[in-house]
């Protein structure tokens, strides 16, 4: 591209007033530009479930196509170093060829990474295909790796088989409490540590979601419907589920209402506590919900219907025996019908028998705080009692979990101290 740029000089001179224009040419180099085109597929073998831009359901095959003018990005291998240029789609099918300009060029025989869209998992709407917001606009991430090969300023590479990189799930949802379906007006899958949100135009019971893939992992899905003008939260907590990229998954899921803590039952243990007085399945659910876990409900009392839940994570380090019981006493927020308490021994022994049976034996208590999402118990120091050195005023107990299992008590612990302090939650319920 060629510029022409006037710059007007003034010569005066001593003999004559006469003044000359003067004009100069500059050129602006020209922009190098390189082309490249690669042959693409949605994947090598034809059978998987691999996802790009058109996508449609047969039977439980979910089918994936390119779209013509389908963009995709042209990376370094790591996928964030160099971005060479974009390439488009030229027609539509299973297979098509991919062209388009770089601004540079890379090596011959160089790695490189293809990008198709990137997930945006905050905005679906349940939806496969057929809107501004539906997977296969928003959610669509499927990547390639080629080997370039550069012959002057073209390049063309190795074809490229893309593979999705979340799965696709379709979520039937239906209430807990009599199988009926449950249309809902949003629904939070959080996966993995990441939360998919999900708007649909109108309440629906069948969502298809993109998720991100995780092996082994936490699944929780909070629903939020919306009926007279009250809105009612649902939820629903897995572990150890496994999403594998590229693969289509229908999953029935049956969701709990969530209830205030003046109506639990023994249903509800294991189930977190939040600021609102609401019981979650766990601390994404009321998280996603909007407001903030606080304690994981752990025993029942037959007797008197209280229950008692123990704080999400401790308080702060390094507190003396005074200040730990300021803290317990004092912890906030505060519940109609709940009361704050700094623990007795018999009261820790009493929650680590109604979780496996045995009041010295800390594992099942420790296994039903993580899966709520609250903080293990540590076995790196002592926890404070509130329960008094019948000996010496000066002491008090102090409980310890060894690692192995195994929750021991001790007197003789000096209130000067610095130890770990969990407070505990205690309600009355059904």
Partial sequence: MKKTFAIILAAASLAACAREDLSIIVEEPEVQTYTMSVVANKGENPDDDIATRALSLSGSTLNATWSQGDAVEVWTSDGTTTK?????AETSGASTKLKGTLSSLPSNGQSLLLKYLSPAYATQDGTLTGSETSIDRVCDYATATVTATVAGSNVTATDASFVNQQAIVKFTLKDKDDASALSVNKLFVTVGGTTCEVTPAAAMSELYVAVPAVASGRVTLTAQKTSLGFTFYYDYLKTGATFAQGQYYAINASLTLVKNINVATTASLGRVVAADGMMYACVESATNAGTTAIAVITERNSYASTYGAIAISEESWGMNWSDAKSACEGKTPKLDGANWRFPTVDQWKSM????????????GLDALITKAGGSPLRTDWFYWTSSPDEANSNYKYHVSF?????LYFRNGQDQSNKVYVRAFLYFVGN
């Fill in 84 to 88: 060479y240029g974009t390439l488009t």
């Fill in 352 to 363: 680590c028998a109604a979780n496996g049976g045995n009041e010295y034996n800390y594992t």
């Fill in 402 to 406: 060894n690692g192995n299992g195994s």
